[in-house]
Antibody
Framework: QVQLVQSGAEVKKPGASVKVSCKASGYTFTNYAITWVRQAPGQGLEWMGWVSAYNGNTNYVQKFQGRVTMTTDTSTSTAYMELRSLGSDDTAVYYC????????????????WGQGTLVTVSS | QSALTQPASVSGSPGQSVTISCTGTSNDVGAYNYVSWYQQHPGKAPKLMIYDVSNRPSGVSNRFSGSKSANTASLTISGLQAEDEADYYCSSYSSYSYVVFGGGTKLTVL
């Protein structure tokens, strides 16, 4: 069965960086892309971007460009999301999810999600 | 990109039907048949309920249905059950290969 298992909660100081991992199993990792979505406490879902596990291509929301890097390691079927220059408004649960569309197709929906990783930014 | 517009809350009694709307623009909902809906229970990850406007993934109850007209998509839940109480989010593919979410709707089963 398809599973995405994320790394554990993090506490960071303002200005620091965080790197969240998302280990995939139960499917051919390189056939799909991974997307990252975050949710601030009590707030809605915010799409951050995606990374292709096939060729490493990325597409980031303009808001995060220059501050986020999404990568994959095909040898371990793991995706990573690094966010730099953290501020208090980056406190959120960060989710990875599989983009259901095959590589090259329109990223229309997300069919499997990780359990979420809470990142707390506090001095 | 701007978030899609959803009502903050809806409610219904067990057995009734409720509809949640999701309004976008001609750059997202109106332009593509790539609207999806997610259910999220407190403290849990979102779960895909509807994709490509009206398709249900395997295992999702047929009480859930989706539709779209112009720039507005809708999720209808019929035969409401207590377990349906959750937050619901719509999303749409948008220009520049972006995905945009709605603000979320809290469904209360009375």
């Amino acid at each position: 069965q398809v599973q995405l298992v994320q790394s554990g909660a993090e506490v960071k100081k303002p200005g620091a960086s965080v790197k969240v991992s998302c280990k995939a199993s139960g499917y051919t990792f390189t056939n799909y892309a991974i997307t990252w979505v975050r949710q601030a406490p009590g707030q809605g879902l915010e799409w951050m971007g995606w990374v292709s596990a096939y060729n490493g291509n990325t597409n980031y929301v303009q808001k995060f460009q220059g501050r986020v890097t999404m990568t994959t390691d095909t040898s371990t079927s793991t995706a990573y999301m690094e966010l730099r220059s953290l501020g208090s408004d980056d406190t959120a649960v960060y989710y990875c999810a599989r983009i259901a569309s095959p590589v090259g197709a329109t990223p229309s929906h997300f069919d499997y999600w990780g359990q979420g990783t809470l990142v707390t930014v506090s001095s | 990109q701007s978030a899609l517009t959803q009502p903050a809350s809806v409610s219904g009694s067990p057995g009734q039907s409720v509809t949640i709307s999701c309004t976008g623009t001609s750059n997202d909902v109106g332009a593509y048949n790539y609207v999806s809906w997610y259910q999220q229970h407190p403290g849990k990850a979102p779960k895909l309920m509807i994709y490509d406007v009206s398709n249900r993934p395997s295992g999702v109850s047929n009480r859930f249905s989706g539709s779209k007209s112009a720039n507005t998509a809708s999720l209808t839940i019929s035969g409401l059950q207590a377990e349906d109480e959750a937050d619901y989010y719509c999303s749409s593919y948008s220009s520049y290969s972006y995905v945009v979410f709605g603000g979320g709707t809290k469904l209360t089963v009375l």
